[in-house]
T-cell receptor, first 112, second 113 residues
Framework: KNEVEQSPQNLTAQEGEFITINCSYS?????LHWLQQHPGGGIVSLFM???GKKKHGRLIATINIQEKHSSLHITASHPRDSAVYIC??????????????FGKGTKLSVKP | DSGVTQTPKHLITATGQRVTLRCSPR?????VYWYQQSLDQGLQFLIQ???????AKGNILERFSAQQFPDLHSELNLSSLELGDSALYFC????????????FGSGTRLTVV
């Protein structure tokens, strides 16, 4: 079983819809990243979370450390949001291990 | 431009060959991370260097090696290439040993034929 699981694997939405992508992990972590990868291949870090909630424009990320779960929400979705969204965790606490373990990604397609 | 520079962007080579991928980290970042993204495996951590020293190793094959130079740029060497090595190779950098404030390069697409 993967240490980081994302759902759904694929998501198709109509422009304007509210979108939620989920990430569950089974290991202790010090932080969690949400990444966006566009069809051209480049990866952009959207958020890094260790607790609570962060908001940037139409994107909102939440994390529940006790439940080992994080969600990425997109409000008023737009075709330019079409991309693969990847959850990645920094495994371990403090100085133990600082590299990312990745989920397999959620491919989002937003139709006009 | 993320500030992390990877070259070349695309590389096509034959099986059995050796290639070198280059990464220049964002200014001020001391850590460089290498990742491989293949269709079937997704993103996987290969290796990390911090200020010239190897810091952590992931799923890196023995045919692969890396180093970080005094000017902090890093090179990933892939040898005895196989078809299965075809993938996107990403470099990322951060200030500290842990990937906080993490920035990815645009990747090198390697095709082995």
């Amino acid at each position: 079983k993967n240490e980081v699981e994302q759902s759904p694997q694929n998501l198709t939405a109509q422009e304007g819809e509210f979108i939620t992508i989920n990430c569950s992990y089974s290991v202790g972590i010090s932080a969690l990243h949400w990444l966006q990868q566009h069809p051209g291949g480049g990866i952009v870090s959207l958020f890094m979370l260790s607790s609570g909630k962060k908001k940037h424009g139409r994107l909102i990320a939440t994390i529940n450390i006790q439940e080992k779960h994080s969600s990425l929400h997109i409000t008023a979705s737009h075709p330019r949001d079409s991309a693969v969204y990847i959850c990645a965790v920094i495994k371990g606490y403090g100085g133990s291990q600082g590299n990312l373990i990745f989920g397999k990604g959620t491919k989002l397609s937003v139709k006009p | 431009d993320s500030g992390v520079t990877q070259t070349p962007k695309h590389l096509i080579t034959a099986t059995g060959q050796r290639v070198t991928l280059r990464c220049s980290p964002r200014s001020g970042d001391l850590s460089v991370y290498w990742y491989q993204q293949s269709l079937d495996q997704g993103l996987q951590f290969l290796i990390q260097y911090y200020n010239g020293e190897e810091r952590a190793k992931g799923n890196i094959l023995e045919r692969f090696s890396a180093q970080q130079f005094p000017d902090l740029h890093s090179e990933l060497n892939l040898s005895s290439l196989e078809l299965g090595d075809s993938a996107l190779y990403f470099c990322a950098s951060s200030v500290w040993t842990h990937p906080y404030g993490y920035t990815f390069g645009s990747g090198t697409r390697l095709t082995v034929v």
